[in-house]
């Protein structure tokens, strides 16, 4: 891929129709090198090593003394099963059963830290623990589901309405104006952010809706501007809970921005220049969004066009 963005670049064979048979399964947990990575309501769990931070592994027969009924089948590395388990609760496992393996942290912070691979299925199991925690019952009948599939589906024993991990489409697109003496993009603010903190514009599709069309009406509510043009750049599993971002160059027709004072406060233009300033600390107003962030990659990918 010409650009791949932190959370994708998932390494692991899904399996994903092997792991629609419960006995395929049970035979891989039972495997003698199967593993599972470990989270703490979304949290994993990180070690330090001479190489770096990275996540820590428990074979598959230890993970399942430790937790029950939190676990979800990942996918096959090299053709070894490989799992994941999930504490829930207020306390910290690692001031307990897990204590003296690692730390864990929240995801975005683990985003900055790990290796892309292990970020990608952290990332991952969280959005599948994150899933099934809020889809415990069949949205048909009522019924408490079960899990099935490895923790990929949801199964209602009452009407049988099988349920699948929900992914929520979101366009985020970097405005761009290039009527003027020379091209500028545009950078937005929300009120909650951190002082300072500026990024790309962002909104979720709705039904109906193309990506182009989710482009341009988002931009037209939120910044008063008309998309001319849309370029596709690349796009984000972003697992908070459970989004695709899908990242766009969106080209418009003038520079008369205007917040809608609701999803943006306020809104900046930017030359190439004070954009590359921005990505590297030196704005002396603007910050930019965390590198680990598709706004990132969007601005970077504007300011390393020409």
């Known amino acids: 891929m010409a650009h791949q963005n932190?959370?994708?670049?998932?390494?692991?064979?899904?399996?994903?129709?092997?792991r629609n048979d419960p006995d395929w399964l049970a035979e891989q947990a039972a495997k003698p090198y199967a593993q599972a990575l470990v989270l703490w309501e979304g949290r994993p769990l990180i070690e330090e090593t001479a190489q770096g931070p990275r996540l820590v592994w428990l074979s598959m027969t230890h993970a399942r003394t430790l937790v029950r009924d939190r676990e979800a089948f990942l996918g096959?590395?090299?053709?070894?099963?490989?799992?994941?388990?999930?504490?829930?609760?207020?306390?910290?496992?690692?001031?307990?059963p897990v204590g003296g393996l690692g730390v864990f942290h929240d995801m975005r912070a683990a985003a900055a830290l790990l290796p892309?691979?292990?970020?990608a299925m952290a990332g991952g199991a969280k959005s599948?623990?994150?899933?099934?925690?809020?889809?415990?019952?069949?949205?048909?009948?009522?019924?408490?589901?079960?899990?099935?599939?490895?923790?990929?589906?949801?199964?209602?024993?009452?009407?049988?309405?099988?349920?699948?991990?929900?992914?929520d489409p979101v366009t985020i697109m970097l405005p761009i104006y290039?009527?003027?003496?020379?091209?500028?993009?545009l950078l937005g603010r929300q009120a909650a952010w951190a002082p300072g903190r500026m990024s790309a514009l962002a909104g979720f599709l709705e039904p109906g809706e193309s990506i182009e069309e989710a482009c341009a009406r988002e931009v037209k509510e939120e910044a008063g501007l008309t998309v001319v043009d849309t370029t596709y750049h690349s796009s984000q599993p972003w697992?908070?809970?459970?989004?695709?971002m899908i990242g766009l160059l969106a080209e418009v027709s003038d520079d008369q921005a205007a917040p809608d004072q609701t999803e943006?406060?306020?809104?900046?233009?930017?030359?190439?220049?004070?954009?590359?300033?921005?990505?590297?600390?030196?704005?002396?107003?603007?910050?930019?969004?965390?590198?680990?962030?598709?706004?990132h990659s969007l601005i970077r990918a504007w300011v390393e066009e020409a």
């Not at 290039?178 to 993009?185: D, L, Q, V």
């Not at 697992?239 to 695709?244: E, I, K, N, T, V």
């Open 264 to 295: 943006l406060e306020s809104v900046a233009w930017l030359t190439r220049a004070e954009a590359r300033a921005v990505l590297d600390g030196d704005h002396p107003t603007i910050s930019a969004p965390p590198p680990f962030a598709i706004a």
């Open 116 to 119: 892309a691979s292990d970020a």
């Open 178 to 185: 290039k009527g003027g003496a020379e091209p500028i993009c």
């Open 128 to 167: 599948l623990f994150d899933w099934r925690r809020r889809h415990g019952f069949c949205a048909n009948c009522g019924a408490l589901c079960e899990t099935a599939s490895g923790g990929w589906k949801r199964r209602c024993p009452a009407c049988g309405t099988e349920h699948f991990p929900r992914v």
């Open 239 to 244: 697992p908070f809970p459970s989004q695709l």
């Open 76 to 96: 096959l590395w090299k053709d070894e099963p490989v799992f994941a388990i999930e504490f829930e609760g207020s306390i910290d496992p690692a001031d307990g």
């Open 6 to 18: 932190i959370f994708a670049g998932n390494p692991l064979d899904r399996a994903g129709d092997l």
